[in-house]
């Protein structure tokens, strides 16, 4: 794999005249599809930028434009990955110091990315002096690039070198309008559905998820506060908690990820769709992921740990009130009753055919079932 990175914000804590958030920004692609995506953006650089470097800040808050941008961008196969953090949250000394600050928190995304692809090379763009960059590239390959698999690198370039580096300013940039509270506008949501389909995870630090909350309206009826925080907790956990040591593992962390992002930034009452979520999961994927692999090994398993997940014929979300548990119930009801029932006629029959000498469920295997079943009536 080959990613791009880019940040938007500043070492400053100035909030009233700077940048509330500092926002670093990842662009993933294939090996095998790098060239056609470069030519494709050189084709985007020159129709909105002329001769210039694609940049966020050249566009700026003219939105109508920048989502024009972004409509084409979003047209190119590659994915997104990014992290946010909130400045005003930061404290430590540490985080006053310049090269400390840039340091630490770009590495908390590059050790994400070296995380998931144990083969990358990395394009990060030039800032600072050349002692600087130097001692930079010494501290992620110490700190984040791990021994164990070989084909990972990190690069330090001019923007003007990689085309794929000016793509992950602009979404940067355009993540900034989207989080940052001197830049938002009601233009974010507008941008945050122009780039949603290419989010491949947004993480957020701290990480102080367990304090979000989400408030219904007076007349939402359907919301329940306690709900919501169990569900919110419960994937957090999961998501903080695994290791994934494997690909199924970390389906199923994605997908959490991804039903998490949903649920924070749309409406809670909303449903994924199957296949909304395989679009995300199968993004830089050489084989999709087939449905009831989806259902079995990624929901199925998620479920098995603790997370709760609401599903109906429309798709899954996590809860956000009675009303979604029990339509994770009905639709469960809708396979085990029938399933229990044909496994009780069949009983029966078995039992009847051979004046009860043969009871198909007397099995210390099949134990649990035949309580079941005896005790339904």
Not at 92 to 100: A, C, D, L, P, T
Request: net charge positive; hydrophobic share 35%.
């Amino acid at each position: 794999m080959i990613a791009f990175a880019d940040e938007f914000g500043n070492n400053s804590f100035e909030f009233s005249s700077q940048s509330t958030h500092f926002i670093v920004s990842s662009i993933i692609v294939g090996s095998d599809k790098l060239d056609l995506l470069e030519n494709q953006l050189e084709q985007i650089r020159k129709r909105y930028f002329q001769t210039g470097e694609i940049k966020s800040n050249k566009v700026g808050p003219n939105h109508n434009r920048r989502l024009l941008i972004l409509r084409d961008f979003c047209e190119l196969d590659f994915s997104i990955y990014a992290l946010i953090i909130d400045k005003k949250k930061l404290y430590g000394e540490g985080f006053r110091h310049k090269q400390s600050f840039y340091k630490y928190l770009n590495g908390l995304l590059y050790k994400e990315l070296y995380k998931t692809f144990p083969s990358l090379i990395l394009f990060v763009d030039e800032h600072g002096s050349n002692d600087y960059m130097k001692s930079f590239k010494n501290y992620v390959k110490k700190n984040h690039i791990s021994n164990l698999f070989g084909g990972s690198e990190f690069e330090i370039k001019d923007s003007t070198e990689k085309i794929g580096i000016q793509l992950a300013d602009f979404i940067a940039g355009t993540l900034g309008y989207i989080y940052d509270e001197n830049k938002k506008s009601d233009s974010s949501p507008l941008l945050l559905k122009a780039i949603e389909k290419k989010i491949n995870s947004i993480s957020s630090f701290p990480r102080e998820y367990h304090n979000y909350e989400l408030n219904g309206n007076d007349s939402d009826n359907s919301f329940d506060p306690v709900i919501s925080q169990l569900g919110q907790s419960r994937a957090i956990d999961f998501i903080e908690k695994t290791r994934a040591t494997g690909q199924e593992e970390l389906d199923q962390v994605n997908c959490v990820k991804l039903l998490l992002l949903y649920y924070r930034t749309h409406d809670h009452k909303r449903f994924i769709s199957t296949k909304e979520i395989l679009s995300h999961l199968n993004i830089n994927r050489e084989s999709e992921l087939k449905e009831q692999y989806f259902r079995t090994k990624v929901i199925g398993k998620i479920r098995d740990k603790g997370v709760i997940i609401s599903s109906s014929t429309i798709g899954y979300k996590l809860p956000s009130s009675t009303a979604d548990i029990k339509k994770f119930i009905n639709q469960g009801k809708k396979i085990i009753l029938p399933m229990l029932n044909r496994i009780k006629i069949c009983q029966q029959a078995l039992k009847l055919a051979t004046n009860n000498e043969i009871d198909i469920l007397d099995n210390d295997d099949f134990k649990m079932l035949k309580e079941i079943i005896n005790g339904w009536k």
